[in-house]
């Protein structure tokens, strides 16, 4: 499906500042450089509270988070959320205002991560940063005044693949055990060649050059692209994890592997929503400030956090 007239404009302004990432700019500082330039000043859902913190990572670095309350109660739920950016963009400010809005729409507690960032680090850095905040939230949900019962992971594209990894690596190392998992576009494989890939052009935002960039950055050795904490989807299992909800997009190279990691999931016995959305490219979440459709999609899958996370008490 082509992408929706309404998003043409947002896709066309983002690829003016978006970096030729694997053509003319083949520096992630400079890469950063162009991101932060191109960024519009985002609406921010007002929050009962804001706070910076230090969390522990792994091999004992600390990693900058921002957590944000939506309003003044004990015992809320929690998310603890990894942006995206190809574990090389992104950070706490150039997602604030998706966080922001996922507590509002969910109605939880939301600890942002700022894991970190390749080539600097490399894989496994950001995969066991995201275990070991995801533990920190757990182990402290209730000074942060959070139910430790009810705690999710979420992410978007890069993000979403760190997510459901902290998620796994739970299982496989004895906790915590988060309720559920909230997957935006997620990466889950390294398949350049998938259906998505061959149908990806321009119009998609992120396309197949971006991707392989991305991946040369966090992983340049092949062999260690088929370790899980790098592909979910080569898991031999997937069973024990957490509930999920995994969002698609239409123009998006991801699409594929996204439908193929819930697909997995439900045949491990996970119970998993899929919410696909056609005509939106990668990214769309960090358009619902001014894409009315953006909005909407992300308005649903917040509400689906906030079921599976029973917000209301």
């Not at 030729?20 to 929050?47: I, K």
């Not at 950055?217 to 069973?239: I, N």
Request: proline share 9%; net charge negative.
């Amino acid at each position: 499906m082509p992408l929706h007239p309404d998003a043409v404009p947002w896709v066309e302004a983002a690829r003016a500042g978006f970096p030729d990432l694997g053509g003319s700019v083949t520096d992630a500082a400079r890469a950063r450089e162009m991101m932060v330039e191109a960024a519009r000043e985002p609406v921010r859902a007002p929050m009962a509270r804001v706070e910076d913190r230090l969390v522990p990572g792994a091999d004992g670095v600390k990693l900058p988070a921002r957590i944000y309350w939506p309003r003044n109660k004990p015992g809320q739920a929690l998310v603890v959320y990894f942006h995206g950016g190809g574990w090389v963009l992104g950070g706490l400010d150039s997602h604030d205002a998706t966080a922001r809005a996922l507590a509002s729409g969910a109605g939880t507690i939301v600890v942002s991560v700022d894991y970190r960032l390749a080539p600097e680090h490399r894989f496994p850095a950001a995969a066991e940063d995201a275990y070991a905040a995801t533990r920190w939230v757990a182990e402290n949900a209730v000074e942060l005044g959070g139910d430790p019962a009810r705690l999710a992971v979420a992410g978007d594209s890069a993000g979403g693949n760190l997510a459901t990894v902290a998620a796994r690596l739970a299982v496989e190392r004895g906790g915590p055990e988060p309720a559920f998992q909230l997957l935006v576009y997620p990466v889950t494989d390294h398949d350049f060649d998938t259906e998505s890939y061959a149908d990806s052009d321009d119009d998609c935002l992120v396309t197949r050059q971006h991707m392989i960039w991305f991946w040369d950055q966090y992983a340049p050795d092949p062999a260690q692209r088929d370790d899980p904490r790098a592909s979910p989807l080569r898991a031999r299992d997937l069973s024990g994890l957490p509930p999920a909800h995994v969002v698609t997009a239409g123009r998006d190279p991801l699409r594929t592997e996204g439908r193929r990691y819930a697909e997995r999931l439900r045949a491990a016995g996970v119970p998993t929503s899929t919410q696909h959305c056609p005509g939106l490219p990668h990214g769309f979440a960090g358009f619902v400030d001014h894409l009315p459709l953006a909005a909407r999609a992300m308005a649903q899958a917040h509400a689906v956090v906030a079921a599976a996370l029973d917000t209301r008490s």
